[in-house]
């Protein structure tokens, strides 16, 4: 063959190489997964994002028939945890629980940290979502929210409040009840929502602003107050909690949500057949139920629609952590 013909025929082979890899391609992710999965959780054991990453891997590792794991991998308020999703391989074995805090309010306190919420990530499926509860110390006399704000008002010094750290979605919102209800509070940060709840149950801190989910077991037994939550309306297991919106506070609506997400360029195939297996298995009566009882809500979104909300939450939470004072001075 003269130099001619093999110019000719070179660029025919190619596009033929081409077209076998586009079309071995969705079908290796068409059999994902062939191994375990990693599911990286930022958080300690016992929270909200861990129980709910362990109902997904559950849930995943019986309808995929192959084992999701849950890997803990906590420190910097979850920044080591995502930073480490974000580094992973893109190749669909390596996915991790995100949240409002790690997505949405670190990256505004946090400019300078080693991920972006959006460029970084394949955002996959939101999960569920979780209102804040306002519950106090039993001794402080305080069961609803007029009450609430007449014993601040009537206190010497700030009431104290507790988180599972500086710039979380729980600190967060502590600040905005203050605002709104305009009473004085000291924010005092925790490394897990464990240790923070025992110190509020001990009577050392006033106040917590934890998930539903967190502050559920405690509330039930009585060993705190439950007071008021965020969400848009009464819980169907907790009625005997009043929303915030009811009592003429709109302001304080809002969601701790939990999601699933991975490292940037996950292939499509892979992020959608997550996302649908992830709707399937929380639309499950035996999950729903689980839900419920847990203080959590789910909702069903395309990652598309999904990764736009993660976007659209960063610019509803940045004034709120503007006038904080928050807003680019790390964590």
Same mark, same amino acid.
């Given at each position: 063959?003269?130099?001619?013909? @093999?110019?000719?025929?070179? =660029?025919?082979?190619?596009?033929?190489?081409?077209?076998?890899?586009?079309?071995?391609? =969705?079908? %290796?992710? %068409?059999?994902? +997964?062939?191994? =375990?999965? @990693?599911?990286?959780? =930022?958080?300690? $054991?016992?929270?909200?994002?861990? $129980?709910?990453? @362990?109902?997904?891997?559950? %849930?995943?590792?019986?309808?995929?028939?192959? %084992?999701?794991?849950?890997?803990? @991998?906590?420190?910097?308020?979850?920044?080591?945890?995502?930073?480490?999703?974000?580094?992973?391989? +893109?190749?669909?074995?390596?996915?991790?629980?995100?949240?409002?805090?790690?997505?949405s309010l670190i990256p505004v306190i946090n400019p300078k940290n080693a991920y972006h919420p959006l460029n970084d990530f394949s955002h996959v499926a939101l999960v569920a979502g979780a209102p804040v509860a306002l519950a106090v110390f039993p001794k402080l006399g305080v069961k609803t929210l007029p009450e609430f704000i007449a014993y601040a008002n009537k206190r010497d010094k700030p009431l104290t409040f507790a988180s599972s750290g500086l710039g979380s979605d729980g600190h967060l919102i502590g600040e905005a009840i203050a605002i709104s209800t305009k009473i004085k509070v000291e924010h005092v940060p925790y490394k897990s929502t464990t240790q923070a709840l025992a110190d509020v149950v001990g009577g050392h801190i006033d106040f917590a602003t934890f998930t539903l989910s967190s502050s559920a077991a405690f509330i039930r037994a009585g060993t705190l107050t439950g007071v008021a939550v965020t969400s848009a309306g009464r819980m169907p297991d907790y009625p005997e909690l009043a929303t915030f919106k009811e009592l003429g506070y709109p302001d304080l609506v809002s969601s701790t949500w939990f999601s699933i997400s991975g490292p940037a360029k996950l292939p499509k195939e892979i992020v959608d057949k997550l996302n649908r297996e992830i709707g399937v298995a929380m639309a499950k009566p035996e999950v729903q139920e689980r839900m419920r009882r847990d203080g959590l809500l789910t909702e069903t979104m395309s990652a598309e629609a999904f990764t736009k909300f993660v976007a659209a939450e960063s610019a509803r939470w940045t004034p709120l952590i503007q006038r904080t004072g928050l807003a680019g001075k790390g964590l």
């Open positions: 063959m003269d130099h001619g013909k @093999r110019t000719a025929v070179m =660029p025919r082979l190619l596009g033929i190489l081409a077209g076998i890899i586009l079309m071995l391609a =969705p079908a %290796q992710a %068409q059999d994902w +997964p062939t191994r =375990p999965v @990693r599911i990286i959780v =930022p958080f300690g $054991a016992g929270g909200t994002g861990d $129980a709910l990453a @362990r109902v997904v891997a559950d %849930q995943l590792s019986a309808s995929l028939k192959q %084992q999701f794991i849950v890997e803990n @991998r906590t420190g910097a308020g979850g920044m080591i945890g995502v930073q480490a999703l974000a580094s992973s391989a +893109p190749d669909g074995y390596t996915v991790g629980i995100t949240n409002v805090s790690t997505l």
